[in-house]
């Protein structure tokens, strides 16, 4: 599936699981593009290169139990951003992981976690 294009409404549907509504900017940022370059792929107008693509579903994916925990922040702290909880997520799943409390391939399929401990930024 890395391999496979990024349609528009996939672009889209991720940026704004992300990011919320007003998820163009800082899709940009974590993406290292221009304004203008999203505003492209979200039209079609251009297509997603598969490295913009692994970046994009790298930002993502998290596993269903990393979407449980995603849910579950957002639930009980729905003033948190959205991407806020996606690092929430990303962070409690690899303390469980540290601690030996995830069977392999559970929590992100085998992926090793993106995230530098104790910062909230994805390399």
Same mark, same amino acid.
Not at 33 to 41: A, F, G, H, T, V
């Given at each position: 599936?890395? /391999? ?9 549907a ?17 993406l ?6 999203? *505003?492209?792929y979200?039209s ?19 596993g ?14 729905p ?10 997520? *990303?962070?409690?799943?690899? /303390? ?6 995830m ?21």
């Amino acid at each position: 599936m890395q /391999d496979c294009p990024i349609t528009p409404a996939e672009f889209i549907a991720t940026g704004e699981l992300l990011f919320g509504s007003r998820w163009r900017t800082p899709m940009a940022k974590a993406l290292g593009l221009s304004d203008r370059i999203i *505003r492209y792929y979200q039209s079609g107008e251009r297509p997603i290169s598969p490295a913009i693509a692994a970046k994009i579903r790298g930002l993502a994916h998290i596993g269903p139990v990393g979407e449980v925990i995603r849910t579950t922040v957002r639930k009980v702290a729905p003033e948190v951003p959205p991407f806020t909880a996606q690092l929430i997520a *990303r962070h409690i799943l690899a /303390d469980l992981e540290s601690l030996g409390m995830m069977a392999n391939g559970w929590s992100r399929d085998g992926q090793e976690p993106q995230i530098e401990p104790g910062s909230s930024n994805l390399k």
